[in-house]
């Protein structure tokens, strides 16, 4: 069974860092690619970031293009997602999933294919 346990998040200053993690248990993470997803409060969620398999194709809303960095170590079963000059309008829960193998090695826009979601971590950006 595919899970996933996100942990990292906390109470950073504008302008601070947090590195998110995305532990799988269950399965071989290597076989997936995996996004990033946040939901601020009274919000849809969104996505933020995905990694391909292989990890040699990322993509990264608009929003946080330029600060947020995601990555994998297929070997320690994790990905990751480093957050630099952190705003408040990143404050949110950050969840993370797996697209589904029907869909390939790669990133989907639609949030309907991915599955295994997360409990979420909570992000909040404040002074």
């Known amino acids: 069974q595919l899970q996933f346990v996100e942990s990292g998040g906390g109470l950073v200053q504008p302008g601070g860092s947090l590195r998110l993690s995305c532990a799988a248990s269950?399965?071989?993470?290597?076989?997936?690619?995996i996004g990033w997803f946040r939901q601020a409060p009274g919000k849809e969620r969104e996505g933020v970031s995905c990694i391909r398999s292989s990890g040699d194709s990322t993509n990264y809303a608009d929003s946080v293009k330029g600060r947020f960095t995601i990555s994998r170590d297929n070997a320690k079963n994790t990905v990751y997602l480093q957050m630099n000059n952190l705003k408040p309008e990143d404050t949110a829960v950050y969840y993370c999933?797996?697209?589904?193998?029907?869909?390939?090695?790669?990133?989907?826009?639609?949030?309907?294919?991915?599955?295994?979601w997360g409990q979420g971590t909570q992000v909040t950006v404040s002074s």
């Open positions: 269950g399965f071989a993470l290597g076989y997936y690619a």
């Open positions: 999933a797996a697209v589904r193998l029907a869909y390939g090695f790669t990133c989907s826009p639609r949030q309907d294919d991915y599955y295994a």
